[in-house]
């Protein structure tokens, strides 16, 4: 699995690929938490070339928002395919997770100005 | 739609998955399955099949899970059978999903999403094996 990384102001912004299925979860799991552990506090799951996940990514999805929660950390996730945001509507995710339909607006969630 | 049916042996390693989502999707492309149809029967096997890899089966076990997918009049019906120990998954709690994010628990996410996912689950104990039967109606 690819996972990219990049920084814009404070904002760690994540993106992940096409697939996030139980063999792919564990990586996307020690990177993402590993990312939390080492300071990041605002992080951006951009999900743009995702059209495949099941529940072992989605388990990582929920790990990561209980981490941040109590250190104050702020977690969106943004571009979500809409056969992938209905499997997040259908777990109850867009209740405890904030959702962005694309990374302009989640970078303003976070109080980013889009570079120019 | 076509009519057909396959039967496929899945070894007990995640990296199976995989391969069964293609065959899967192959199988759908073959017998012109709507594609929400078949991504909706494509996810619920995944997550029966990954339950029994990760919890029913022995890390190295030999055993198999065996996948019947098949066309029918109006929809897809799948089996998965596996030798592990009797086990109903129908009977696992539904997760709460409106508890609060520091109370929602990991467990209980896959299942959840089949029965979801699917118009009719069941489950039987039959010669040894727990075999779980999921329908999905093409709307």
């Known amino acids: ?116 | 739609m076509h009519e057909g049916s396959i039967t496929l042996h899945i070894a007990a390693d995640v990296r199976e998955i995989e391969r069964l989502n293609r065959l899967v999707r192959q199988f759908g492309e073959l017998h012109d399955v709507p594609s929400r149809t078949l991504y909706s029967v494509n996810l619920a096997l995944d997550e029966l099949v990954t339950n029994v890899i990760l919890y029913g089966y022995e890390e190295g076990s030999e055993k198999e899970i065996a996948v019947k997918l098949e066309t029918t009049k109006d929809g897809l019906v799948a089996s998965v059978a596996d030798e592990a120990k009797p086990f109903n998954p129908l009977n696992v709690a539904a997760p709460d999903l409106k508890a609060p994010l520091e109370e929602r628990q990991l467990g209980g996410l896959g299942i959840h999403l089949v029965r979801s996912l699917m118009d009719h689950v069941s489950y039987k104990r039959e010669k040894g094996k727990n075999v779980l039967t999921i329908r999905k109606r093409i709307k």
């Open chain 1, 1 to 116: 699995m690819q996972i990219k990384e990049e920084k814009q102001g404070d904002v760690m912004i994540v993106t992940i690929d096409d697939h996030l299925d139980t063999a792919a979860a564990p990586a996307f799991e020690q990177r993402l938490l590993g990312l939390i552990d080492g300071g990041e506090r605002k992080v951006l799951i951009d999900c743009g070339p995702l059209e495949y996940v099941n529940s072992a990514g989605l388990k990582v999805f929920l790990l990561a928002a209980k981490k941040l929660e109590p250190v104050g950390g702020q977690f969106i996730i943004c571009s979500l395919a809409p056969s992938v945001l209905m499997i997040f509507e259908m777990i109850g995710f867009t209740r405890i997770m904030k959702i962005a339909p694309n990374r302009e607006d989640a970078l303003r969630a976070f109080g980013v100005t889009a570079a120019t």
